[in-house]
């Protein structure tokens, strides 16, 4: 059987510390994405992510038997971006949130193999949102990323550090969209004890 690589521990980016922000220089990633808007906790969003997972371990398991190269599925990841950032940091008005979820797939899966993937979880499982699944790259560069441990609505105050304190005193601006790393499994880990990167791109002001 091959070695099961763990790529979160492989690639620093996967690492934070808890509610120290810190600037980290992302690779360039490819992901399994689906767009949404709105609440998180609504059945919309829920059918997306319900897209995501199976398409996932079908590449590993393709990758495995047919590569012989096997890997642990990454965790969910999100960007979040709303007309007014405030409605992350103050608000926290989740109406207005519109999101990308991601599941990011090693470099070694090829093309061919997530698009025979998405075709087969379509013909088995036919999730709701199976045909929204969509492959892209993203580039995010440098970066600012801290740790984040607790509830998820317990986020704000450490990104308006970010924000408006780290970012501006460091002479950066943000680029790009709120990026959140889901380190911990909500269905299996209490509250406090979720894991949650925050991750904000950035460049010279």
Not at 3 to 27: M, N
Not at 170 to 179: A, D
Request: some cysteine.
């Amino acid at each position: 059987m091959p070695t099961t690589v763990d790529l979160k521990r492989e690639l620093s980016c996967y690492a934070a510390r808890r509610d120290t922000p810190e600037l980290v220089d992302v690779p360039d990633l490819r992901f399994l994405m689906i767009d949404g808007h709105g609440d998180p906790n609504t059945p919309v969003y829920t059918a997306a992510v319900e897209a995501l997972y199976p398409v996932a371990y079908t590449c590993k398991f393709a990758s495995r038997r047919e590569l012989g190269r096997d890997h642990v599925v990454m965790p969910l990841e999100g960007l979040w971006w709303a007309e007014d950032m405030d409605s992350f940091t103050l608000s926290r008005d989740k109406t207005r949130w519109s999101w990308t979820m991601m599941i990011m797939i090693p470099d070694w899966v090829p093309e061919a193999m997530v698009d025979d993937a998405v075709a087969t979880v379509r013909r088995k499982k036919a999730p709701e949102r199976i045909d929204d699944v969509r492959f892209a790259p993203l580039s995010e560069g440098r970066c600012v990323q801290a740790l984040h441990v607790g509830p998820y609505d317990d986020e704000a105050p450490l990104l308006h550090r970010i924000h408006t304190e780290f970012i501006p005193e460091h002479g950066l601006r943000m680029t790009g969209r709120h990026h959140e790393i889901y380190l911990g499994d909500p269905r299996r880990t209490a509250p406090e004890k979720l894991r949650t990167i925050l991750r904000q791109p950035v460049a010279d002001a």
